[in-house]
C-alpha cells in the first residue's frame, strides 16, 4: 500500500497535539509519508489494538523520534472513533516503567471513552548503551503486576539497542509480549535530519527545546546509520553527525555525553584519515574544556587543532582555534598573548567574510583589554562586536557584548550603566534558554548591588547564580557566586558564615587551578584575622 | 474446586484473539490439556503427589521447568488433586511476597509462617491461644524490641486502621506477620534490619515455625484434612546475581545451596520451585544430593531426537488450540500443525504464534480462513524476536547442540536454557535441542554449514 501525504486540513490540529518545536515540525513535514513496509507494521499494530480485549505487551522498534511522531499520528488516525490512543512521553531514566507510567497517566488525566492503548516513549532513558539497568532488572521482577495495572494494550517504543538489552535482560518480561513491530528506517527520514544536520552550522542561538528536538533527531539518525550498517562513505557522514551532536549536548550543557561524541568522532575521522574531522573533533574537545574551566588542557587541543587547520589550509578552523587559544590564555590571565592570538584570529575572519568569527574576535579581544584594566578600550571594542552580532541576528553574542559591555562600565565605576546592560543581557539569556549566561548574568547583577548597598538584593542574585551553575555543572560560576555570597555576608557582620562559604569557594577556585584562588585566600587570611 | 463456566471455541478473528492469552490456567479449566504423554510420558504432578500421599512424614521437593512450559498451571493442578485427597494446601506465588531481585532464606521462611496463619485463619482453624501467643511475642521482641502486648496492640491497631482495612478483624499474630513480610518487601532499609536480626536467630526461627506448624496439625486433622502441604510457586523467579566475582557464587546457590539445611528444616510436605538453569549449572550434583527429589517438567515433544515429528505432540498442541478456537473454521488446514511444529512444543510460543497469525489477518483485511502464507509470517516474527535475544558469540555452541542433542554445565549453556534459546525434552531421559525459530537465524545457519565443511 502506498503511504498518503498527510492531508493539509491534518496539520494544525495534529501540530498541536504532538507539540514539535518548529524544526521538528518541518522535519515531520518533510517526512510525512510513510513507505509501504512501515504502513503495512502500522496495521498490524492497529489489528492487535483493535482486537485486544484485555491486557497485551507490544515493542515497537523505532530509532528516530520524529519517525515515531510521525507513525503515532497516523496511527491515532487510522484508530479515530475506535480506540483512544494515549501517549506517555517518559522525560528522564526511570526506576520503575510501570509505576512512571502510572504516574504519568495520573498527571494527565488521560481518561477518554471507550478502548484505551497506552503507548510508551522515552523508556530508552533508563536503558544506557552500556553498564547497568537497573530498570530492566525492576521490569523482568513486576511483570505480573502488569497486568493488574493495564486493562488494554500497553505498547513500548524504543531504539534498536534498547530493545535488545530488554530482550536478553528482561527475559521473564520479554516471554509476555504479544507482538514486536520493528519499523525500518525510512529513508525519507535520513535525509531529512541530515539536510537539516548538515545545513545549520550554529546552534548556539536556538531555543532549548528547539536543542533537545534537534539532539533527539541526530541521536535516531546515528542509530538509523548503526542499524543499515553503512560503510565507509557514510561513516564520513557518521563522524559529521556525532560532531553535530557534540556540538548540540556542549550548548545544552552535557559535557560527560558531548565528550564522548567528539572522542567517537575523531576516532572514526582519524580511521578514514579525514584530518578536518579530526581537527574539529580536538575543537569541539577544546571548547569544552574552556567552558569546564580546564584551560591548560583546552589549550593542548588547539594547538593541535591550529596544526591540522595549518597543514590542509582550512582558514576558517585556523581562525577558530587562534581565537580559542586567546580565550583559553586571557581565563589564565595571559592577556597579552591573548590578544596576540585574537588579533590573528580577527584578521583571518576579516580576510574569508566570516562575520560571526569576526564578531566574536572583536568581542574576545575586548575581554583581553578588559583583563589588562584598559576598560575604555574593552568597551570599543564590545561595541563593535555588539554592531555585528545584532547586524546578524546573532542572540547569543548580543546578549554576551551587553553583559560585557556591564562588566566594562562597572570596572569604570558607572554601576547604574552595568546594570541596565546586565537587565537586557540577562533578558536574552533568558529568552534563548541560555542557562550558562544566565548565570553569569544574575552573578553580575549580585556583584553590582553589593556596592549599591544593596547586599540582601545581591545575596538573592548570587543565590539564583549559583542554582544555576551547579545545576549545568559550571564550577568556575559556582566559585564566582559563593564569593560574591561571602562578601555580602562578612558586610552584614556574618563573619563565621562568611568563612564558611568562602572556604567553599576556595576550594572549588583551588581544584580549577583559577588564578582567583590566591586573591581568595589573602581575603580569607585577612577574615580570620 | 471450580469450574469455570467457558464459552465455546471462538469462530471470528476477534474471538479467537482474545481467546489465545498468554497467562497460566486455573486448575479445572476446561481449556486444561493432559499433557503427560508428550511431555516423554512423565506425569509430572502425578509423581510429586504419590511422594507426599504415600509418606507419612514430610517431604520436601524441587520442581523446574521452562518458563512457559505450564509449570504453574500444573502446579494448580496438584494443589487441586492433594485438595481432593483431603490434604490443606498452602499454595503461594513467592513473588507476591518477596522482591525476587533480593531474597534472602529468612525471608522465605517468614513468608511461609505468614501464609499457614492465613490460610488457617480463613478456614476457621484456630490453634492454643497461649502458644499462638507465644510465638508471636518471639517475632515482636526479636524484631522490634516490643516486650509489652498491650503497646504492640496499639501500635498495630494505630497502623492497621490507617492502612488496609479489613472485612473480618483478623487476629494481632496475622497484623504482625503481614507487617514483618511487608516491610521485607518494600522497605529497603527496614528490610537489611529486620534481616540482621533474623540472621542470629534462624534456628530458634525454624523452631518457632516447626512449634506452630506442631500445633496446628492436630487441630488442621479435627478439621477433616489428612495433612499440611506447602506450595511455592514462582520461587524460580529469583534474580540470578553473581555474589561473589572469586567464587562465582550467584544468588540462586545461596538459597538453594548454602540455605539448602533450612530449606529442609521445616517439618510439612513442601514442593520448591527452582530454575531450570540450576540443573545445568556446576552446581547440578550438588543440589540434587542437597534434595534428592526433584522434578523437572520439560516441553512437549514436536519432534524426536533424530527430527522426524511426533505425532502425538503435535496433536495434543491441536487440541489447546481447539479447545480456545473453532480451528477448522479460521484455519486453513494444515496451519495449525505447521505452527505447532514451529514451537518447539514451548506452549506460549505455540500461544504467541496463533495470536501473531490472527493479528495479521485482520490486518490484511480478515479472510477466512488464514493461510500458510499468514503463518509463515508470524513465525519469521518470531524467528526476528529470538534474533534479539541471543548473542553472537552463543551461535557456536549451539550448532554443537543441535548435534549432540546436549547441554554442557557452563554458564553460557545455563543461560541458553533461561532464555530459552535452547529446550529440554524428555524420553525416559532428558535431551535438548535448539528452537525451532533459533535455528532459522542466518548466523546460526552459517556456523552449521562451516562445521558441516570441517567435517
Known amino acids: ?529 | 474446586m471450580f469450574m469455570m463456566s467457558m464459552d465455546p471455541p471462538a469462530t471470528n478473528l476477534r474471538d479467537a484473539y482474545n481467546a489465545v492469552l498468554l497467562e497460566p490456567l486455573p486448575s479445572g479449566d476446561p481449556r486444561w490439556v493432559d499433557c503427560t504423554s508428550a511431555r516423554g510420558d512423565t506425569d509430572v504432578v502425578g509423581l510429586l503427589a504419590q511422594r507426599i500421599e504415600g509418606s507419612s512424614r514430610s517431604t520436601i521437593q524441587l520442581i523446574s521447568g521452562h518458563r512457559g512450559c505450564g509449570k504453574s498451571t500444573e502446579l494448580l493442578r496438584l494443589a487441586d488433586r492433594l485438595e481432593r485427597e483431603n490434604f490443606l494446601v498452602v499454595y503461594f506465588a513467592a513473588d507476591d511476597d518477596i522482591d525476587m531481585g533480593d531474597l534472602v532464606y529468612t525471608d522465605l521462611l517468614l513468608s511461609i509462617i505468614k501464609r499457614l496463619e492465613r490460610t488457617l485463619f480463613l478456614k476457621g482453624i484456630t490453634i492454643d491461644e497461649r502458644l499462638s501467643r507465644g510465638i508471636m511475642m518471639w517475632f515482636a521482641e526479636v524484631i522490634y524490641g516490643w516486650k509489652d502486648e498491650a503497646k504492640m496492640e496499639a501500635e498495630l491497631k494505630a497502623e492497621f486502621e490507617l492502612g488496609l482495612k479489613s472485612p473480618v478483624p483478623l487476629p494481632m499474630i496475622a497484623k504482625l506477620l503481614a507487617r514483618i513480610t511487608g516491610q521485607i518487601k518494600t522497605g529497603h532499609e527496614i528490610r537489611k534490619d529486620i534481616r540482621l536480626k533474623m540472621d542470629p536467630q534462624i534456628y530458634p526461627l525454624i523452631e518457632r515455625i516447626n512449634e506452630f506448624i506442631h500445633a496446628a496439625l492436630p487441630e488442621i486433622k479435627k478439621k477433616g484434612y489428612c495433612d499440611l502441604v506447602f506450595i511455592i510457586d514462582n520461587l524460580d523467579r529469583i534474580v540470578l546475581r553473581v555474589l561473589d566475582e572469586e567464587t562465582k557464587r550467584t544468588t540462586h546457590d545461596a538459597l538453594y545451596l548454602d540455605h539448602a539445611e533450612q530449606l529442609k528444616a521445616l517439618d510439612a510436605h513442601i514442593i520448591y520451585t527452582v530454575p531450570i538453569s540450576m540443573f545445568y549449572s556446576l552446581k547440578a550434583t550438588q543440589l540434587a544430593g542437597a534434595f534428592p527429589n526433584y522434578r523437572i517438567l520439560p516441553m512437549i515433544k514436536v519432534e524426536e531426537m533424530d527430527g522426524s515429528a511426533c505425532g502425538h505432540g503435535i496433536d495434543l498442541l491441536n487440541s489447546v488450540a481447539k479447545k480456545r478456537i473453532d480451528v477448522d473454521l479460521i484455519f486453513e488446514k494444515g496451519v495449525v500443525d505447521y505452527l505447532t511444529e514451529k514451537s518447539g512444543g514451548m506452549l506460549r510460543d505455540f500461544v504467541r504464534l496463533l495470536g501473531y497469525t490472527i493479528e495479521l489477518g485482520q490486518a490484511r483485511g480478515g479472510k477466512l480462513p488464514l493461510d500458510r502464507n499468514l503463518a509463515e509470517r508470524a513465525f519469521n516474527s518470531l524467528i526476528n524476536e529470538y534474533g534479539r535475544s541471543v548473542p553472537d558469540e552463543f551461535f557456536g555452541l549451539l550448532v554443537d547442540v543441535a548435534r549432540t542433542k546436549k547441554v554442557k554445565n557452563d554458564a553460557s549453556h545455563q543461560a541458553m536454557l533461561y532464555n530459552l534459546i535452547v529446550l529440554e525434552y524428555m524420553n525416559g531421559y532428558r535431551w535438548c535441542d535448539v528452537h525451532p525459530a533459533v535455528r532459522e537465524l542466518s548466523e546460526f545457519k552459517n556456523a552449521w554449514e562451516k562445521v558441516k565443511k570441517v567435517g
Open chain 1, 1 to 529: 500500500m502506498p503511504g498518503k501525504k498527510l492531508k493539509k486540513s491534518d496539520e494544525l490540529p495534529v501540530k498541536a497535539e504532538i507539540g514539535l518545536s518548529p524544526t521538528g515540525w518541518s522535519l515531520f513535514q518533510d517526512a510525512a509519508e510513510i513507505s509501504a513496509e512501515n504502513q503495512e507494521i502500522l496495521y498490524r499494530m492497529a489489528s492487535l489494538i483493535r482486537m485486544a480485549e484485555s491486557f497485551r505487551l507490544g515493542f515497537v522498534k523505532c530509532n528516530q523520534p520524529i519517525q515515531s511522531r510521525q507513525l503515532f499520528a497516523r496511527l491515532k488516525d487510522m484508530l479515530a472513533g475506535e480506540a483512544n490512543i494515549v501517549r506517555v512521553d517518559l522525560l528522564g531514566p526511570v526506576e520503575s516503567l510501570r509505576r512512571a507510567v502510572l504516574q504519568e497517566l495520573e498527571r494527565n488525566k488521560a481518561e477518554g471513552q471507550g478502548k484505551k492503548a497506552i503507548l510508551v516513549f522515552g523508556f530508552e532513558q533508563s536503558i544506557p548503551s552500556k553498564g547497568a539497568a537497573p530498570a530492566l532488572d525492576e521490569l523482568n521482577q513486576s511483570r505480573d503486576n502488569f497486568p493488574k495495572s493495564f486493562s488494554g494494550p500497553l505498547l513500548i517504543w524504543l531504539p534498536d539497542y534498547a530493545l535488545t538489552r530488554l530482550a536478553r535482560e528482561a527475559p521473564d518480561f520479554w516471554g509476555w509480549r504479544s507482538g514486536v513491530f520493528e519499523f525500518v528506517p525510512e529513508a525519507r527520514i535520513i535525509s531529512a535530519v541530515e539536510r537539516m544536520a548538515l545545513q545549520d552550522a550554529s546552534v548556539s542561538s536556538l531555543s532549548r527545546e528547539e536543542k533537545m528536538v534537534r539532539a533527539g533527531a541526530l541521536e535516531g539518525l546515528v542509530r538509523d546509520y548503526h542499524e543499515l550498517k553503512r560503510g565507509e562513505r557514510e561513516d564520513r557522514a557518521l563522524a559529521e553527525v556525532l560532531r553535530r551532536l557534540g556540538d548540540i549536548r556542549t550548548d545544552l550543557d552535557d559535557y560527560p555525553q558531548a565528550i564522548q561524541l567528539f572522542l567517537q568522532s575523531q576516532e572514526i575521522s582519524w580511521n578514514i584519515g579525514d584530518k578536518k574531522g579530526v581537527a574539529d573533533s580536538l575543537a569541539g574537545l577544546g571548547k569544552i574544556r574552556i567552558i569546564l574551566a580546564e584551560y591548560s588542557k583546552a589549550i593542548e587541543y588547539y594547538e593541535q587543532a591550529l596544526a591540522i587547520a595549518r597543514e590542509i589550509g582550512d582558514r576558517r578552523g585556523e581562525g577558530n582555534a587562534l581565537g580559542n587559544l586567546g580565550n583559553a590564555y586571557a581565563a589564565l590571565g595571559d592577556a597579552r598573548k591573548a590578544i596576540d592570538y585574537h588579533g590573528q584570529a580577527l584578521a583571518i575572519a576579516r580576510e574569508i567574510g566570516d562575520r560571526r568569527g569576526e564578531g566574536a574576535d572583536l568581542g574576545n579581544l575586548g575581554n583581553a583589554f578588559f583583563i589588562l584594566g584598559d576598560a575604555r578600550k574593552a568597551i570599543e571594542y564590545y561595541e563593535q562586536a555588539l554592531a555585528i552580532a545584532s547586524g546578524i541576528g546573532d542572540k547569543r553574542g548580543e546578549g554576551i557584548w551587553l553583559g560585557n559591555l556591564g562588566l566594562a562600565y562597572a570596572a569604570l565605576g558607572d554601576t547604574r550603566k552595568a546594570i541596565e546592560y546586565y537587565e537586557q543581557a540577562l533578558k536574552i539569556a533568558q529568552e534563548i534558554d541560555d542557562r550558562r549566561n544566565e548565570g553569569i548574568w544574575l552573578g553580575s547583577l549580585g556583584n553590582a548591588y553589593y556596592p549599591l548597598g544593596d547586599s540582601r538584593q545581591a545575596i538573592e542574585y548570587f543565590k539564583q547564580a549559583l542554582k544555576i551553575a551547579q545545576e549545568i555543572g559550571d564550577r568556575n560560576g559556582e566559585a564566582n557566586s559563593l564569593w560574591g555570597q561571602a562578601i555580602c555576608l562578612k558586610k552584614n557582620n556574618d563573619l563565621d558564615q562568611a568563612i564558611i562559604t568562602a572556604e567553599n569557594a576556595l576550594k572549588i577556585f583551588e581544584q580549577i587551578e583559577s588564578p582567583n584562588a590566591s586573591t581568595m585566600r589573602e581575603l580569607l587570611a585577612k577574615w580570620r584575622r
